[in-house]
């Protein structure tokens, strides 16, 4: 499970946060401000992602970047900052990408997502009985290996990052088959089919939508 840092001294918006990234299957870990992050970056904690307020109290987010790289946690600055000034320092001292707040929960998942591929952020996935090793491209169900074609594992992983959250066959053709894919969606469904034969995942038919992967 990915372990994603929450660092946001508005304690609504870190609420909410962590809520809506535990509904998505993430693991994450709040920080009310810029020196409890400090501590907790410093003491050697796992983070596989950062989602860092820029206007903190104490150590403000740009000043978190520099000890954040050096734990090589990649960082997505979440901020009200919409500056072109503070847009260029966030993204050119290394962060990953930089959200204008207000957003979108799921423009966030999906960018995020792509943060953590990029880096190969948590290796190994947990789900019910499987065990999804991401490098390896290998998926465990309960403890006996199963075998996956290479589009239904890029949809497992697809599922996995995205739980409880209802998937449009559009999106997931973007995200799984490509921009440059033209053929029938419902392609997306015989893919399912196989995917919960082989896997026992409850992923649910969204009539006129498309699917979500329920937590069980």
Known sequence: MYRVFVIEDDEAIRRLLCMDLSIAGYEPVPAGDGQEALKMILQGERFDVALV?????????????????????????????????????????????????????????????????????????????????????????????????????????????????????????TEVWGLDFYGESRTIDIHVSQLRKKTGLSIVSIPRVGYRLETV
């Open 53 to 173: 307020d820029v206007m903190l109290p104490g150590v403000n987010g740009f000043e978190l970047m520099e000890p954040l790289k050096a734990r090589g946690i990649p960082v997505i600055y979440l901020t009200a900052k919409n500056d072109l000034e503070s847009k260029l320092t966030g993204l050119t001292s290394g962060a990953e990408d930089y959200i204008v707040k207000p957003f979108e929960v799921m423009e966030l998942l999906v960018r995020m997502e792509k943060v953590l591929a990029r880096h190969g952020g948590g290796g190994v996935l947990t789900f019910a009985d499987l065990t999804v090793c991401v490098e390896e491209r290998t998926v465990l169900k309960g403890g006996r290996p199963i075998v996956l074609k290479p589009l239904e594992f890029d949809l497992l992983l697809f599922f996995l990052r995205n739980q409880n959250i209802a998937l449009s066959r559009e999106k997931i053709l």
